[in-house]
């Protein structure tokens, strides 16, 4: 079993920085892809951003040049830094951890974007 813990959601000025966290704990299967999706009120959930256990990484074009993804593999950590938000990244922003080709997820944190 993978077991995924958030942090960092919050409420953020447009124009604000906010940055999640995300540690997994796993006591049988090696955690290879992470990543992060989001569901705002009324869609779909959509991917944010992942990264590989080697560091690629794939964005949304949405977020591209916005959003960084970064990983701690030594602590099976996944970092998603946010800048320059926008009122449209007003989501829901879920954990994804994928073992043995099975996706786990995080409870969800909720970001805002609002003045």
């Known amino acids: 079993q993978v077991q995924l813990v958030e942090s960092g959601g919050g409420l953020v000025q447009p124009g604000g920085s906010l940055r999640l966290s995300c540690a997994a704990s796993?006591?049988?299967?090696?955690?290879?892809?992470m990543g992060w999706y989001r569901q705002a009120p009324g869609k779909e959930r959509e991917l944010v951003a992942r990264?590989?256990?080697?560091?690629?990484?794939n964005y949304a074009d949405s977020v591209t040049g916005r959003f960084t993804i970064s990983r701690d593999n030594a602590k099976n950590t996944v970092y998603l830094q946010m800048n320059s938000l926008k009122p449209e990244d007003t989501a829901v922003y879920y954990c994804?951890?994928?073992?043995?080709?099975?996706?786990?997820w995080g409870q969800g944190t909720q970001v805002t974007v609002s003045s």
């Open positions: 990264i590989t256990s080697g560091g690629s990484t």
């Open positions: 796993s006591t049988v299967f090696r955690i290879s892809t």
């Open positions: 994804n951890a994928v073992a043995v080709s099975m996706y786990y």
